[in-house]
């Protein structure tokens, strides 16, 4: 079992739309990342938080410590968006989930 | 300005060979990371560097040796390579140590032996 499970694996959208992705893991952690890799391959950091919440545009984290759950959401998703969103955790050691992959239809 | 950047971008190979991936980032951050991510897109931390100091040495089999010549630099040697290695290889870095510091990666470089 990984330490990181992401849902759904996969996610297809209509432009415009409200998207969420799930993350929850089990080992204690000091951060959590949210990481956006676009189909050309290259690795984006889009949040790194350890608790409540963060927004940077359209772009929503958020981040239950009891809980052991982070979400990120999309709001008024766009084609642009598509892409594999991967949620890790940094503990004692690195762990990443197996990543979300987004297809937003215009 | 590249912030952090790899070379080679590609690199096809023979089993048995040796080869070399340079990093190097322009950040001034004093932590630099190699992932590895597999053909499933299961990406998998290798090493991390703080202050050209190993700190994190995951399962990694000892054909892989990375090297810090100083803060800004962390190559990724790798020895008799195998069909396995076949992967596409992330260089990171990060000011604070550990993951409680934004990660910026480079373009990454895919690895294929032959």
């Known amino acids: 079992k990984n330490e990181v499970e992401q849902s759904p694996q996969n996610l297809t959208a209509q432009e415009g739309e409200f998207i969420t992705i799930n993350c929850s893991y089990s080992v204690g952690i000091s951060a959590l990342h949210w990481l956006q890799q676009h189909p050309g391959g290259g690795i984006v950091s889009l949040f790194m938080?350890?608790?409540g919440k963060k927004k940077h545009g359209r772009l929503i984290a958020t981040i239950n410590i009891q809980e052991k759950h982070s979400s990120l959401h999309i709001t008024a998703s766009h084609p642009r968006d598509s892409a594999v969103y991967i949620c890790a955790v940094a503990g004692n050691q690195f762990y990443f989930g197996t990543g979300t992959s987004l297809t937003v239809i215009p | 300005d590249t912030a952090v950047s790899q070379t080679p971008k590609y690199l096809v190979t023979q089993m048995g060979n040796d080869k070399s991936i340079k990093c190097e980032q322009n950040l001034g951050h004093d932590t630099m990371y190699w992932y590895k991510q597999d053909s499933k897109k299961f990406l998998k931390i290798m090493f991390s560097?703080?202050?050209?100091?190993?700190?994190i040495n995951e399962t990694v089999p000892n054909r892989f040796s990375p090297k810090s010549p100083d803060k800004a630099h962390l190559n990724l040697h790798i020895n008799s390579l195998e069909l396995g290695d076949s992967a596409v290889y992330f260089c990171?870095?990060?000011?604070?140590?550990?993951?409680?510091?934004?990660?910026?990666f480079g373009p990454g470089t895919r690895l294929t032996v032959l």
């Open positions: 560097y703080n202050n050209k100091e190993l700190i």
């Open positions: 990171a870095s990060s000011q604070i140590l550990q993951g409680e510091g934004e990660q910026f």
């Open positions: 938080l350890s608790s």
